[in-house]
């Protein structure tokens, strides 16, 4: 048998990918589920359905998965169990209520209808509330409900209709691969040939990757809720209500209430394996690990302690290393796409992931930004069971827990760590954890989480005013770094890169829409020898990027080289000086600084970086040198206006939008005759409720956008930030709108800081 597309799993995620695929066109696929659809999570969620996400373009990605709902009933006739009743999540501390203004800010900004309530007229909205304790609550008037098994009957309908073969019975065993492209899987019943292969396998997803080497790091947890029998005064239109500080939520259901949550510590499940037979199946009742979430809602909702429980649902869900899902192709194998480890929101997100992926098949890249899903944001770190397990008694709690400002996970760390971290660490280094590895964020007082004026501030200004005035010293050894080596590497480099490959160039990989797949530093270090210098998030996917772009039979290695180099940068007005007096030994000193100003990195094998360090430190003392960390480098590298991949840089970004021109070549580049937005630095004073970024920006008291990044500028003494104005006239008159308050700002398309 073949088929183009083989999509594995027949839960809602897989049928929404086979939906969205046929509606683009394509025809020749078969969905195959090894039970019957929808029989592994998707038959026993709650069927919550909101569309508030933390950024524009995953919210637009909700938005959708709403209107889709919405109209899918009438289009294949099976019912969807769709209600828009609307949600009110409530706020009991005050730093709750700062999130939910801020989070009521940019909802508007990002065109969703919302409403801060008082507690009074939440309760006109959910009367069996208990508001005595509460700040206010934030209204989503087109959120909604929906039953989780029959969307999805009504999705795989949907595709059926458009001609998707659906089989049920049939297991997936692996993949066969030819010249490191999917030709096709081995099932229960036979091989079929195909040239797609989608891995919608929910929580079995991890296994069936690992069968064929592809990392998909996702983990089981016990998940709960319970359904009352009927109560009065709970009727079927009852709006959806969230309680995050008690860590639970509550939909109508008959009549009844069902009552779920995230509990902050969570019970891993399936460490064995997930076994194959595990159709339309529940775990035993937990009481005990429930408990917290019971008394939070028999607190928040009185008539419980008399209604009747029919049950205690227990039924296990993925969930991934930092709470988002997983969505793309997969680095390891060409045409091997992955939409799994949805945490709990796979029926809210199904919609929005299945159409954005079928994009991405349909077309050949990611539709849009999709960093934060994007599966190559992880690499080998993330692929120990043993980890996953630990980090997810964390990541379930996540869904409601408060999400303050630079908030770091705790589970599983340290993971990577540098050869200079001891070293660091007994100088006082506060650190946080990116793809894996532990970097210092400051040197100073153990961080307090706060929305006002933070603990770390003052010791982040020092360490800011070093670096403008003597010398501050930085360990950057996470960056990610590749090493392309061949006779064609430098074709492979000048076709995948916008500027001129010379000894050193900074540079972008562009995608076919001419947006910013990478920005990434060149060195040459022989004719057919390259070194490349990423963002510390960044080596998974730029490799995958550099290999999917390399022609049959060029010859061009890309290998990932991060763990074998230290970076150590130096930077500020002393750091020329520092260099001289130092015997840096084999080390690579390349002139750099991504906080304008002179300064430069310093490329060590790992095993000499922490001597190397020691030698600077002697040969510095005397030109005021100081240990600096992250959130220094952050708040300088936004008053230089120096753009960072994932805030400011994205596949949905030109060159031109973030005033970039200048990394493509003089003879590609091509003006466009109009923007559709453009990067603006701004400066406005520090209020006491501090910008932490996504803040909108308000033109003549309009919005036209967010912050994408943000800091205090030690410089010129208020904030300093970046963000895209969506649209082409940028006159006018701007305001940051910082927690409720409107703060007046100055724009320019220039950073302050010209150095
Ligand atoms: C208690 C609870 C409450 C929830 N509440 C909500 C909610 O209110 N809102 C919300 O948005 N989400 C909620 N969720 C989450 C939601 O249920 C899931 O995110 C979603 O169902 C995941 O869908 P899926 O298609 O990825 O996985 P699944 O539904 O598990 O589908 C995967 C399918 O793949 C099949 N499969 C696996 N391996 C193979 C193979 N090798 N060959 C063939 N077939 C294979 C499985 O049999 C399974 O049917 C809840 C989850 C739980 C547990």
Redo the contacts with the bound molecule.
């Keep these: 048998m073949n088929a183009e597309i083989v999509i ?7 049928a929404s990918v086979a939906y969205h695929l046929a509606k683009l066109g394509r025809r020749d696929i078969v969905l ?4 019957r ?13 909101g569309q508030m996400r933390p950024n524009r373009s995953m919210t637009r990605m909700s938005q959708y998965g709403i209107q889709l709902y919405s109209t899918l009933e009438q289009e294949t006739g099976l019912a969807t169990g769709w209600k828009q009743c609307g949600s009110v999540n409530v706020a009991r501390t005050p730093e709750r209520w700062i999130v939910f203004q801020r989070q009521a800010a940019m909802a508007r900004s990002f065109g969703i209808e919302v409403d801060l309530l008082g507690p009074r007229e939440a309760l006109a909205k959910w009367p069996l509330l208990r508001i005595d304790d509460l700040q206010g609550a934030l209204w989503f008037p087109a959120d909604g409900k929906a039953n ?1 098994a029959d969307l999805a009957m009504s999705l795989a309908k949907g595709a059926r209709n458009l001609g998707v073969q659906v089989r049920e019975g ?4 692996s993949v066969s691969k030819k010249n490191g492209f999917v030709s096709g899987v081995e099932t229960s019943e036979g091989p079929i040939s195909c040239e797609i292969l989608v891995n ?6 991890r296994a ?1 990757g690992a069968r064929d080497g592809v990392n998909i790091p996702l983990h089981s947890a016990e ?3 319970i359904v009352t029998e009927a109560i009065e005064g709970v009727h079927p239109m009852l709006p959806v209500m969230r309680d995050p500080d008690g860590f639970i939520y509550f939909k109508e259901e008959v009549g009844g209430l069902v009552m ?1 949550g995230f509990e902050p510590v969570a019970k891993p499940w399936g460490m064995e394996g997930i076994p194959d037979k595990f ?1 339309f199946q529940l775990l035993p009742e937990d009481w005990d690990q429930f408990q917290p979430l019971m008394e939070a809602a028999m607190h928040r909702v009185p008539a419980l302690e008399t209604a009747g429980v029919k049950m205690l ?1 227990n ?3 993925s969930f991934t290393p930092d709470g988002n899902f997983i969505l793309g192709e997969a680095p390891e194998i060409r045409n091997y796409f992955v ?2 480890g ?9 919609g929005g992931a299945g159409k954005l992926l079928a994009e991405w098949i349909a077309g050949g890249e990611a539709p849009m930004d999709l960093f934060e899903v994007d599966v190559r944001r992880f690499g080998a770190f993330a692929a120990d069971a043993a980890w996953l397990k630990a980090r997810t008694v964390e990541t379930l709690g996540l869904h409601y827990a408060m999400r303050w400002p630079r908030h770091e996970l705790e589970s599983g760390r340290p993971q990577r760590i540098s050869p200079l971290y001891e070293r660091l660490k007994s100088k006082g280094a506060q650190f946080g954890s990116k793809f894996g590895w532990e970097r210092a964020n400051y040197f100073g007082p153990k961080m307090e989480y706060t929305l006002g004026r933070p603990n770390w501030l003052a010791a982040v200004i020092e360490e800011q005013r070093a670096i403008r005035n003597a010398v501050g010293i930085l360990d950057q050894t996470s960056f990610g770094k590749l090493r392309v080596r061949g006779r064609d590497a430098l074709a492979l480099l000048e076709r995948v890169c916008a500027n001129r490959i010379g000894k050193l160039a900074y540079t972008a990989m562009l995608n076919r829409k001419g947006g910013f797949e990478s920005d990434v530093t060149v060195q040459r270090w022989a004719d057919d020898d390259f070194f490349i210098v990423t963002g510390s998030a960044q080596p998974v996917r730029d490799r995958a990027w550099l290999l999917r772009n390399r022609q049959p039979g060029e010859d061009a290695t890309v290998s990932d080289v991060t763990a074998e180099w230290s970076v150590i940068s130096i930077l500020g007005p002393n750091a020329r000086q520092l260099l001289e007096k130092t015997d840096i030994g084999s080390a690579r000193a390349v002139p750099a600084s991504y906080v304008g100003g002179p300064g430069s990195e310093i490329y060590v094998p790992v095993a000499e970086a922490p001597g190397l360090y020691d030698r600077l430190w002697a040969a510095g003392k005397d030109l005021g040198l100081r240990d600096c960390g992250y959130y220094a480098l952050d708040a300088l590298r936004i008053e230089a206006g120096r753009r960072a991949f994932g805030p400011e840089l994205s596949p949905d970004c030109t060159p031109y939008e973030a005033g970039l021109a200048f990394v493509v070549r003089p003879e590609l580049r091509k003006p466009p005759t109009r923007l559709a937005k453009q990067l603006l630095m701004f400066t406005f004073p520090a209020t006491e409720l501090f910008a932490w970024g996504g803040e909108p920006i308000l033109r003549d008291g309009k919005p036209v956008g967010e912050l994408s990044s943000v800091g205090y500028s030690a410089t010129f003494g208020c904030m300093v930030g970046m963000g895209f104005v969506h649209s082409e006239d940028i006159g006018g008159t701007y305001e940051i709108e910082v927690s409720d308050t409107k703060v007046p700002a100055q724009a320019s398309l220039k950073a302050p800081f010209a150095g």
Aim: net charge negative; hydrophobic share 45%.
């Design positions: 594995v799993g027949g839960g809602i995620v897989g195959l589920e090894q039970g659809l929808t029989c592994g999570t998707t038959w026993h969620a709650a069927g919550l359905v989780p049939v297991q997936v065993s919608c396998a929910g929580q079995w997803a069936l998940h709960f809720y779920g159709e649902l039924g296990p869900e939409a799994a949805f945490n709990s929101a796979g029926i809210a997100n199904a």
